[in-house]
């Protein structure tokens, strides 16, 4: 079981937490849980460390701020003990979580969970700060911002759980955001590779990573909401969303949905450099400077060549990664030999994503006549075998959204909404 940042935020939330643990280890499970910092700590932590020092060592600034998944998992500890289980917390180093010497941005390599299964088998409630690690030095890590689902998956396998219950501020994975579309629909199963991709084109109900170690690991995980009523039903009996393999999705489940979701991502930036020489090598120049400095560059089109051998080169990048993409570029522009560069910041990228894609014809064509329709114009389109993803005007992101969500018969009807 794994509890979210919302889900820990005080001592009443963390009371409610312990209820929800306890109730599960009345019902006969083995139980592991996994906690986050509360609301808002790490930030305040991450904060310290740069008043301290802003050219901070990393491994000084792992030290601060796991501080703050020590605190809910002793705090967690001790109020399970309040209410008669039996419970321990197991810090990074404890248990221990075995990862590569990659301070802030570490990645779990082994976890030793002989001492932790002993544990459990006896009848304790095992408490582990998400988010932290030990190198091969013994020195603290930390996992990345997010890093707690990743420390839940990764514990889920270590200890062979029949499954991953992650409790977040949101009752399931939809069909897309019910805040842009009301009619949107709590899926009840899911692929790996769909949450995958729905996580890593805006959807921000999991962690990328925390996904694609299930899927490595083939961990089932259910995203439940930890706001629940004390009546309520145990989590195996509450109908969260199950992120399962694909074969687990076997007739009538296969067949359901050509689209399972859609997902829209603000966080892009186009670029376009003009009259670049058509020749051998030019893309490489253009883009071995970005990958250098680490700039993930995600849909590229490449015009058709003019007739002066010259061609318009467009692709996407990281809202964040725009003025330094520039600046790369124009360091580069004698060796590229390009004309121009224009860029647009206000766009956004729409996703429509399902394995069901691969059975079914049609998919792009249904989606590009669903914009055009509404008067939506594509700048760029980009696909994988169970994605495809078009770029617009950020303004018409919403309208886009919800055109898409009804042409692909997801919308609910009002007797099952």
Known sequence: MKFGGTSMAGTERIRRVANIVRRQQAAGHEVAVVVSAMAGETDRLVNFCREANALYDPAEYDVVVASGEQVTAGLLALTLQAMGC????????????????????????????????????????????????????????TLGRGGSDTSAVAVAAAIHADRCDIYTDVDGVYTTDPRIVAKARKLHKITYEEM?????????VLQTRSVSLAMK?????????????????????????????????????????????????????????TRVPDRPGAVAH????????????DMIIQNVGRERGETDVTFTVP???????QALLEGQKEAIGFNRIISDGKVAKISVVGVGMRSHAGVAAAMFKALADRGINIQAISTSEIKVSVLIDEDETELAVRVLHTAYGLDAHDEAA
């Open 196 to 204: 995958l991709e729905l996580a890593s084109v805006g959807s921000k």
């Open 217 to 273: 690991e083939r961990v089932r995980v259910q995203v439940l909401s930890s706001f629940i009523d004390d009546g309520a039903p145990p989590a195996d009996a509450l109908p969260g969303t199950l992120i399962v393999a694909e074969d687990e999705l076997e007739g009538a489940d296969m067949e359901r949905q050509m689209i399972t979701g859609i997902a829209a991502d603000k966080n892009e930036a186009k670029v376009i450099l």
């Open 319 to 325: 809202h964040a990664d725009l003025a330094r993409t």
């Open 86 to 141: 039996k419970a321990r917390s197991w810090l990074g180093w404890q248990l221990p979580v075995r990862t590569d010497d990659a301070h802030a941005k570490a990645r779990i390599e082994q976890i030793d969970s002989a001492a932790v299964l002993a544990s459990m088998a006896a009848g304790e409630v095992a408490v582990i700060p998400g988010f932290q690690g030990l190198t091969p030095d013994r020195r603290l890590t």
């Open 286 to 297: 253009i883009f071995g400077p970005l990958a250098a400095a680490n700039i993930n560059v």
